[in-house]
């Protein structure tokens, strides 16, 4: 882990899950580096070439205030994991008065979650793959699912139980995400399985939005969009899952025109 926090952008995030977003927006901090390399990774520009301007850590805080005071819902900490100890202490230096998410890829060690408790209050964690062959073939980890599965259930161990607001934002919580790839419904279903019997509670969001780019053209199958039949049949098989929690993205989702711009705003 860094104790130099470097982050390339920061903004009032309108697409993000709607207890997340809200009306104002989720006031995002993109950290650079990522503790995964996916080769389909839509933020190429942070995670594999490390853009972004290294920071102090009293700054870090300011710009936890200064997206509180721009009306933010909620301070989002997207790819975290590698400056946990950064985050912390700016945390300790500046507690916001509104709820702080961790928003990681789901590679995170368990010890690393347990150092957050206190400091966080809503956990939106990928659970990319349960098979090592795919974790091992897009991000070069095969021990991913096993490291995904348990820093989710530590996650809701902490957390305990879901809280939303009047305005029906998340006050305290847990998301699970997942991105469905191409030629991956099986993968997708399996996963519906687990969240099922493991994280029944959780709110889980089923995202669309998979978009080829940089080097998912590699690979024959990440070179092309989710189809409208793969989509509808994982979307069926989690309606009959009876998961009570569930956030769906529409097909339209998978548009270059939300891949964030990085530009070092409000660094």
Same mark, same amino acid.
């Given at each position: 882990?860094?104790?130099?926090?470097?982050?390339?952008?920061? /903004? *009032?995030?309108?697409?993000?899950?709607?207890?997340?977003?809200?009306?104002? @927006?989720?006031?995002?901090?993109? =950290?650079?580096?990522? $503790? *995964?390399?996916? !080769?389909?990774?839509?933020?190429?520009?942070?995670?594999?070439?490390?853009?972004?301007?290294? #920071?102090?850590?009293?700054?870090?805080?300011?710009?936890?205030?200064? +997206?509180?005071?721009?009306?933010?819902?909620?301070?989002?900490?997207?790819?975290?994991?590698?400056?946990?100890?950064?985050?912390?202490?700016?945390?300790?230096?500046?507690?916001?008065?509104?709820?702080?998410?961790?928003? &990681?890829?789901?590679?995170?060690? #368990?010890?690393?979650?347990?150092? +957050?408790? @206190?400091?966080?209050?809503?956990?939106?964690?990928?659970?990319?793959?349960? $098979?090592?062959?795919? &974790?091992?073939?897009?991000?070069?980890?095969?021990?991913?699912?096993?490291?995904?599965?348990?820093?989710?259930?530590?996650?809701?161990?902490?957390? @305990?139980?879901?809280?939303?607001?009047?305005?029906?934002? /998340?006050?305290?919580?847990?998301?699970?995400?997942? %991105?469905? %790839?191409?030629?991956?419904?099986?993968?997708? /279903?399996? #996963?519906?399985?687990?969240?099922?019997?493991?994280?029944?509670?959780?709110?889980?969001?089923?995202? &669309?939005?998979?978009?080829? *780019?940089?080097?998912?053209?590699? =690979?024959?199958? %990440?070179?092309?969009? !989710?189809?409208?039949?793969?989509?509808?049949? !994982? +979307?069926?098989?989690?309606?009959? $899952?009876?998961?009570?929690?569930?956030?769906?993205?529409?097909?339209?989702?998978?548009?270059?025109?939300?891949?964030?711009?990085?530009?070092?705003? @409000?660094?």
């Amino acid at each position: 882990m860094s104790l130099t926090p470097m982050i390339a952008h920061t /903004m *009032l995030h309108m697409w993000e899950e709607p207890c997340i977003s809200g009306i104002n @927006g989720s006031g995002t901090v993109f =950290f650079s580096g990522c $503790s *995964l390399r996916c !080769v389909f990774c839509q933020n190429w520009e942070i995670s594999h070439e490390n853009y972004g301007k290294a #920071i102090s850590i009293e700054r870090l805080a300011d710009v936890f205030y200064e +997206l509180e005071h721009k009306g933010a819902h909620n301070i989002n900490l997207v790819n975290p994991t590698h400056y946990v100890h950064s985050i912390v202490e700016a945390l300790k230096i500046y507690k916001p008065n509104i709820p702080v998410v961790y928003n &990681s890829g789901g590679y995170d060690d #368990i010890d690393t979650i347990k150092m +957050l408790k @206190g400091y966080v209050d809503v956990y939106l964690m990928d659970f990319k793959y349960i $098979s090592t062959e795919k &974790s091992e073939k897009y991000s070069k980890a095969a021990n991913y699912p096993e490291v995904a599965q348990n820093c989710i259930l530590e996650c809701i161990k902490q957390i @305990g139980e879901t809280v939303i607001d009047s305005d029906g934002l /998340m006050v305290k919580g847990v998301i699970i995400r997942h %991105l469905v %790839l191409p030629a991956s419904t099986s993968e997708a /279903m399996k #996963i519906i399985d687990w969240v099922k019997t493991n994280a029944f509670n959780a709110y889980f969001s089923l995202m &669309s939005q998979y978009t080829p *780019l940089k080097n998912a053209y590699n =690979f024959k199958e %990440l070179s092309r969009k !989710v189809t409208s039949r793969e989509y509808n049949k !994982v +979307l069926d098989y989690l309606i009959d $899952s009876n998961i009570k929690n569930v956030y769906i993205q529409e097909l339209s989702s998978s548009n270059k025109d939300y891949v964030p711009k990085f530009t070092l705003n @409000g660094i």
